[in-house]
């Protein structure tokens, strides 16, 4: 047996090596295609982009397949500077960076309960603390590679390093929510919008022509169509879900980066670090936006389904009490109860309904009624007390009542009452008040159990056999 288990640990091992090198393998080729996409509209020198994906891609890989997968991101980093010409020593080390930053961001969503669902509010604050976070550390990893390589001129770390940082922060905005929350199921309920998202895809890209591309955009004019692409990020949180909002905002945001690139949209300004400024607010309120949606959306699914299930708890427990529930308004009509109420007062459901309170309430409990009336209005509560209800045969039932006093959704007061059925009660009470006048008789009792122990006595005993109580009792 020992040698069985042996085998299969080392086939499970093996099938996991071969697991992770594929996803190393795929996160290099996806590393290393974004990250060449991104360098092709730099922003400083040749290393520095508006947009780095590959940071995004990084965090999503690590937090889906693990922190195994690490080389990936290291060796992607490197293959992507040295395509730009990189010597090999500087492209390691910014990879250093690279992969540094994607980790820290990782460790700190981990040790903070992220949610990759992004299913509450907690979940974006989170996100975007361990984006900055880790991304500072990218950020001043390759620059400092890059100034010691005198890639960066005297006086320009500090822009150098601002653009890199929100380069990469807002890759890591724009992709993760996209990778992390990607299924087979999302996929579907994009793919199952049919003829919404046909008209949302062609209302969306009339607004991202003449927002971002239409030479209009150097005056200016059209920043107000940037604005009102928010809604679209809106309309695809509620229809198309999570991945459908991220889709959506990483689209739009590419385009808008492109383009600025290019010298096109409304961000561009005679400032250009405000131009920057306002392009990376436009691409970190877009996915804000989405998230934010979908993290409100599932907190109120999750409250919904817990009031539902408290609902069927409650219900059933309603359903299945024995004690009477019963919810009238203040006229004392029955709006609502359950079958031990039926049962109680002997009335089928339609025919409760068409009496009310006071048809049940004997005439000589008035006085009772009002102290309790007006107990309800002094405190919200009335009860315990005890009465009788007029049963549908003309039979009076004892109960004991406790009741509340509540506000319905329609503004109106009602009134929950717990009806108790203590005829059993009643009844015992009456045995033993007879039993105790028996027991009080001139007539000598024992009382003894199955065994024929002795249990009690009365005075009469005693008086005739001349025993004490402590003689008796316990013997047989």
């Not at 990250?35 to 730099?42: A, S, T, V």
């Not at 992507?80 to 960076?97: H, K, Q, T």
């Not at 590679?145 to 890591?172: E, K, R």
């Not at 309920?189 to 239409?214: M, T």
């Amino acid at each position: 047996m020992p040698g069985r288990f042996d085998s299969i640990k080392q086939v499970n091992c093996q099938a996991l090596k071969t697991l992770n090198m594929r996803h190393i393998s795929l996160l290099i080729l996806a590393y290393f295609l974004t990250g060449w996409l991104g360098l092709q509209i730099p922003y400083v020198g040749s290393h520095i982009t508006l947009v780095w994906l590959p940071t995004g891609i990084a965090v999503a890989a690590l937090l889906r397949w693990g922190w195994r997968v690490w080389p990936g991101v290291f060796v992607g980093a490197i293959l992507v500077n040295l395509s730009i010409g990189s010597p090999w020593l500087l492209a390691a080390s910014i990879a250093v960076g690279n992969t540094l930053g994607p980790l820290l961001s990782t460790g700190w969503l981990k040790r903070g309960g992220f949610h990759c669902e992004f299913d509450r509010q907690k979940d974006v604050g989170l996100f975007i603390s361990a984006a900055m976070a880790g991304m500072a550390v990218s950020a001043s990893c390759g620059v400092a590679c890059l100034y010691w390589a005198g890639l960066i001129p005297h006086g320009a770390g500090f822009n150098a390093w601002l653009s890199w940082w929100l380069g990469d922060t807002v890759g890591v905005l724009l992709a993760v929510p996209l990778l992390v929350t990607l299924s087979w199921k999302s996929i579907e309920r994009v793919r199952h919008a049919g003829k919404e998202l046909s008209i949302w895809l062609l209302i969306a890209s009339l607004l991202a022509w003449f927002a971002f591309i239409n030479d209009d955009a150097m005056s200016g004019h059209s920043l107000p169509l940037a604005l009102l692409t928010l809604p679209l990020f809106a309309w695809a949180a509620l229809r198309f879900g999570k991945t459908g909002a991220a889709l959506a905002g990483l689209c739009f945001s590419v385009i808008a980066a492109w383009s600025t690139a290019a010298g096109h949209g409304p961000f561009i300004m005679p400032n250009t670090q405000a131009s920057l400024l306002l392009l990376w607010s436009y691409m970190a309120t877009t996915v804000l936006t989405g998230l934010l949606i979908t993290a409100l959306l599932a907190e109120r699914r999750r409250v919904e389904a817990d009031l539902r299930a408290s609902e069927i708890k409650l219900r059933g427990l309603y359903e299945m009490s024995p004690l009477g529930i019963a919810l009238t308004d203040m006229e004392g009509r029955y709006v609502e109860f359950n079958q031990a109420f039926q049962d109680i007062c002997g009335y089928a459901a339609n025919e409760l309904k068409a009496v009310d309170y006071w048809t049940l309430t004997p005439r000589k409990y008035a006085a009772d009624e009002t102290r309790q009336l007006e107990l309800l209005e002094r405190t919200g509560r009335y009860g315990p007390y005890e009465k009788e209800y007029i049963r549908k045969d003309g039979s009076l039932v004892p109960l004991r009542l406790n009741g509340m006093l509540i506000s319905g959704d329609d503004g109106q007061r009602y009134i929950w009452s717990i009806v108790e059925d203590i005829t059993d009660s009643k009844r015992l009470e009456a045995d033993l008040r007879v039993a105790a006048t028996a027991f009080e008789s001139q007539e000598g009792i024992m009382v003894t159990d199955a065994q024929g122990v002795i249990l009690r006595i009365n005075k009469t005993f005693i008086k005739d056999t001349g025993y004490t109580v402590e003689e008796v009792v316990g013997q047989t």
